[in-house]
């Protein structure tokens, strides 16, 4: 079993001083990564950026000229409260959403069975024409363009458990019949969107399934949702890829979220996920860093899907685990009846 590994030692150089979203994150993975020795079981690639055209697949070509102006600028531009860019930023940006076309590259070229994108700034939150909520460009969304057009892919299956609705990457395939989005979230919760009846547009009614959890909701509940509404929807799509966005602020530890899913919960959706794939395309999924702010939580969660992928039955969880109280049984019921599970 081989999976690719794909980061870039840029990732940090994007670095807005007392951001959650901070180069932190990637360091402490990387230092995790090698202390255990699971990198060096891994296949390490570095990607290249993404180019023009891979980037304006799904975004603007409005706003790409924009985020490229950012380049040229002596001061940070501001896209939102949240969200600014450097002039380094887009270069890196462009590195961050290469990262993922190379993991794919990697799976659909027969390097690997699967992979793990460890990148920095995440993606799931920019839409069409604009940078919002930490996040430049769509990473996951291009990677998923990308696997249409140069291989071919008829049917891209995208889950994202990352504690914030993805709703960069629904905007994106709202219309499309080709990609399935699934996203469990805390709701009400930024950015607001995620409600249970946004289920998708035209030839895309359907193809886009919203989980919104209420704050407090732990692995119980994940698990639930996961066995009752992901594993049905999967199966009745028969995708042919499986990308995850991978954010592990749904963590009980978590500073920016209110949920209380343990690094030993997270690795149930991760195993999840990997059977799923097993069963359903042959094994291809990958993996792509979303949120999580806690770099201890991160580093972690990152460390047990390399184990998980590797099929290594370690897991690690330092922090362990917290009761939750949420019930998700008439949630579960909502979905079924909405989406015909």
């Known amino acids: 079993m081989t999976t690719a590994y794909i980061t870039h030692p840029d990732y940090i150089i994007h670095n807005i001083p007392g951001h959650p979203e901070r180069p932190a994150r990637m360091t402490a993975t990387w230092q995790l990564l090698e202390k255990t020795g699971i990198i060096h079981r891994l296949l390490c690639l570095e990607p290249q950026p993404a180019t023009d055209e891979q980037i304006l697949a799904v975004h603007t070509k409005q706003y790409l000229d924009l985020l490229n102006l950012c380049a040229t ?51 799931h939150h920019a839409i069409p024409g604009r940078a919002m909520g930490f996040c430049f460009l769509g990473n996951i969304a291009i990677a998923a363009r ?8 008829q049917r891209v299956m995208i889950v994202d458990y990352d504690v914030h609705h993805g709703n960069g990457t629904q905007e994106m395939f709202y219309a499309n019949d080709r990609v399935l989005f699934i996203s469990t979230h805390q709701y009400p919760f930024y950015p607001g969107t995620g409600a249970i009846d946004e289920i998708g547009t035209g030839k895309g009614t359907g193809y886009t399934i919203n989980i919104p959890l209420p704050a407090g909701c732990g692995d119980d509940e994940y698990k639930h949702v996961f066995e ?52 359903l395309c042959e094994g291809k ?57």
Not at 146 to 153: C, E, G, T
Not at 285 to 304: A, C, K, R
Not at 319 to 326: I, N
């Open 228 to 279: 009752q509404i992901i594993w049905s929807a999967a199966r009745r799509f028969q995708p042919e890829f499986i990308l995850v966005s991978a954010g592990f602020d749904a963590h009980w530890n978590d500073p920016l979220a209110m949920m209380n899913l343990s690094l030993s919960g997270y690795h149930q959706l991760d195993q999840a996920l990997i059977d799923m794939a097993d069963e």
């Open 285 to 341: 999924i990958v993996f792509v860093t979303e949120g999580g702010y806690d770099t201890q939580v991160f580093s972690h969660g990152v460390l047990n899907i390399a184990y998980a992928l590797s099929k290594e039955t370690t897991v690690s969880d330092p922090l362990g685990s917290v009761q939750s109280y949420q019930g998700v049984t008439n949630l579960i019921h909502q979905l079924r009846s909405i989406h015909q599970l």
């Open 73 to 123: 600028q002596d001061r940070p531009m501001r896209f939102d409260a949240d969200t600014t860019a450097l002039p380094e930023t887009p270069a890196v940006a462009r590195l961050s959403a290469g990262g993922v076309i190379c993991a794919v590259d990697a799976v659909c070229k027969g390097q690997a069975q699967n992979g793990l994108a460890v990148v920095r700034p995440p993606g």
């Open 146 to 153: 990308y696997l249409q057009q140069q291989y071919n892919i």
